[in-house]
C-alpha cells in the first residue's frame, strides 16, 4: 500500500475539518463565550496535525489514480481523524469530561447518527452546538466526496475514492470527470439546505435554529440545540417542514439533481423512489391506526402529524423526535425498531441498509419461490427494467448477513460489558449501527448515552463508522491482502 497517500489525503481532511471551526467561532466570537479559545486551539492543533501529515506524504513519489487498497483506507481513516479534530473544541472547552465522549460526539456527528452523550443540551454556548450540527452537514454528503474536487491538485486521484464512499450499492457517475460528479452533487445538497434553511426562518426560527436544524435535516442526522428536540417549537408548521425535508434527505440526490435539470418526472421512474414512498406511507397508516385505537393522541391531525414525524425520521435515519415513542403500545415499539434496518434511498444521507437493498432482497425471495413453483423456468431478479447480475445479487446477500452478524454480534458485546437490559443493548447497537440515534429503552427518544462507560461508548462509536461507510470499507482495514504492498 502507498501509505504516502494516505497520509497525505489525511493531512488535507484535517486541515480542510480545522478550517471549518471558524463557523462556530464566529458565533462564539458574537456571544462573547469562552468556547472562543477552545475553537482556537482547536484549529491551531488541527491545522498542526494536518501540515505534518501532509508532508509526511513524500510529494516527490509519482501518485496516480487510488487503487482500491488506498482508497477504502482512505474513505475509513477519514472518518477516524474527522472525528478526532472534531472532537477537540468539545474536549478542549472542557464541555465533555473525556476525549472518548468529546470522540463519540464528533463521530455521532460527522456519521451523522445524532446519539449524543451531553445530559444538558441547551446549557453549552451557541458555537459548541453550532459546531455539534455543521459536523452532521459536513458528514452528509461525504468528506471524501467535498474533497474530491480538491484532491488532483496534489496528484491523487478520485474514481476509486468516489466509490468506496458513495452510499449505496450502485452510485451513479453523472459527469466523466469525477470532480464534477462531486460538486454537482454538493451543489444539489447545498441548493435543498438553503431552501430549507429560508423555510423554516419564514415559519418563525431565527437563523441559529434554522440553519442548526437544517444541518441535522438534511444529513439525516438529527443534533437539534434543544434538549426536547423539534418539540421544543410546539409548531405543527415546523413540524410538517422537517417532514418534508426528512423525505427529500432520504431520497436519491441523483434524483434532485435531474429534477433540479428540468427532469422531475424521474422519480416516479426510479422504481426504488417508488418502493421508498410505499413503504412510508404503509408504515405510517400502520402506526396512525394503532395511535388512534389507543387513542394516544387528541385528534386525528395530532396523530398523523406524529406518526408521519417519526416514521420518516427513523426509517431515514434522521433521529429528530416530536414526542417519546417509547411510550407508544409494545407493538408499535417493536415496529420502530424494525424501520430502524430500512433506511433511505441508495445516494441519499440516510444510512442504515438502505431501500434498494431490502427491495432486492424482496424480490431476491420471490423469484426463488417461483422458481420452486415452476422448476424449468427462466427467472431473473430485475431492477429498473434491467436484469441484476449475480454479483450485484450476491453483493447485496452479503451485505446483510454481514450487517446482522454485526448487529446481534455487537449487542451480545455490548449487554455484557455494560450489564444493560436486553431491549436498551439491543436497540443501542441498532440506533448506531444504523446512524439513527435515539433507540428504545436507556436509549429512548428523551435519553441519551452518557450512562455507558467508556469501552461501550467506543464500541458504539465504531459501530457508527460502519453504519456511515456501509460495512465493507471498514471491514477491509482488517483483511490482512489489504496492507500487503
Known amino acids: ?48 496535525i494536518g501540515t505534518i501529515l501532509y508532508l509526511l506524504g513524500d510529494r516527490s513519489r509519482e501518485y496516480a489514480e487510488l487503487n482500491v487498497r488506498e482508497a477504502f483506507a482512505v474513505v475509513s481513516l477519514s472518518w477516524v481523524m474527522a472525528s478526532v479534530v472534531g472532537a477537540l473544541p468539545f474536549y478542549m472547552g472542557e464541555y ?4 472518548a ?13 445524532g446519539a449524543t452523550v451531553f445530559t444538558d443540551i441547551e446549557s453549552n454556548p451557541r458555537g459548541i452546538l453550532f459546531w455539534r450540527s455543521l459536523t452532521h452537514w459536513i458528514g452528509g454528503m461525504g468528506i471524501i466526496v467535498l474533497s474530491l474536487a480538491i484532491l488532483p491538485f496534489i496528484g491523487v486521484g478520485g474514481m476509486q475514492l468516489f466509490r468506496a464512499e458513495v452510499p449505496g450499492p450502485t452510485p451513479e457517475k453523472l459527469s466523466p470527470r469525477i470532480q464534477q460528479t462531486a460538486l454537482m452533487l454538493w451543489a444539489v445538497y447545498v441548493v435543498i439546505s438553503a431552501a430549507q ?19 441535522g435535516t438534511m444529513a439525516t442526522g438529527g443534533f437539534s440545540p434543544y434538549n426536547d428536540s423539534i418539540a ?22 441523483v434524483l ?21 414512498v410505499k413503504f412510508t406511507l404503509l408504515s405510517i397508516a400502520v402506526v396512525t391506526v394503532f395511535l388512534l385505537i389507543k387513542g394516544h393522541y387528541g385528534s386525528f391531525s395530532d396523530t398523523f402529524r406524529n ?27 417493536l415496529l420502530m425498531l424494525l424501520l430502524m434496518f430500512a433506511g433511505g434511498c441508495a445516494g441519499s444521507t440516510g444510512g442504515s441498509m438502505k431501500q434498494v437493498r431490502l427491495m432486492i432482497l424482496a424480490k431476491r425471495v420471490k423469484v426463488e419461490i417461483n422458481r420452486l413453483l415452476h422448476p424449468q423456468q427462466v427467472l431473473r431478479v430485475r431492477f429498473n427494467k434491467q436484469v441484476l447480475s449475480l454479483d450485484v445479487i450476491s453483493s447485496v446477500t452479503a451485505f446483510y448477513i454481514l450487517y446482522m452478524m454485526f448487529f446481534v454480534g455487537f449487542s451480545l458485546i455490548i449487554i455484557t460489558i455494560t450489564g444493560l437490559d436486553l431491549e436498551t443493548g439491543i436497540a443501542s447497537v441498532a440506533a448506531t449501527l444504523g446512524n439513527i440515534g435515539p433507540g428504545l429503552g436507556g436509549v429512548g427518544a428523551v435519553e441519551n448515552y452518557s450512562f455507558f462507560n467508556m469501552p461501550a461508548k467506543l464500541i458504539l462509536s465504531f459501530c457508527m463508522l460502519l453504519g456511515r461507510l456501509e460495512l465493507f470499507s471498514v471491514v477491509m482495514l482488517f483483511v490482512k491482502g489489504t496492507w500487503r504492498s
Open 1 to 48: 500500500m502507498k501509505i504516502h497517500i494516505v497520509f497525505r489525503v489525511l493531512g488535507l481532511l484535517s486541515v480542510i475539518i480545522s478550517l471549518t471551526m471558524v463557523f462556530p467561532l464566529i458565533w462564539s466570537i458574537i456571544d462573547g463565550t469562552p468556547d472562543t479559545i477552545a475553537f482556537l486551539m482547536s484549529m491551531t492543533l488541527g491545522i498542526g
Open 96 to 99: 465533555l469530561p473525556t476525549f
Open 101 to 113: 465522549d468529546a470522540f463519540f460526539e464528533a463521530m455521532s456527528g460527522f456519521s451523522t447518527t
Open 197 to 215: 434553511t429560508v423555510v423554516l426562518m419564514l415559519c418563525g426560527l431565527d437563523l441559529f435554529d434554522s440553519l442548526t436544524h437544517t444541518f
Open 232 to 253: 421544543a417549537f410546539r409548531s405543527p408548521l415546523i413540524e410538517w417542514v422537517i417532514i418534508l425535508f426528512m423525505f427529500l434527505a432520504g431520497t436519491n440526490f
Open 256 to 276: 434532485h439533481l435531474l429534477a433540479l435539470r428540468g427532469k422531475p418526472g424521474s422519480f416516479w421512474k426510479d422504481e426504488e423512489f417508488r418502493f421508498y
Open 307 to 333: 406518526s408521519a414525524f417519526q416514521v420518516i425520521s427513523i426509517m431515514t435515519t434522521t433521529g429528530y423526535v416530536t414526542s417519546d415513542f417509547n411510550l407508544w403500545p409494545q407493538a408499535l415499539r
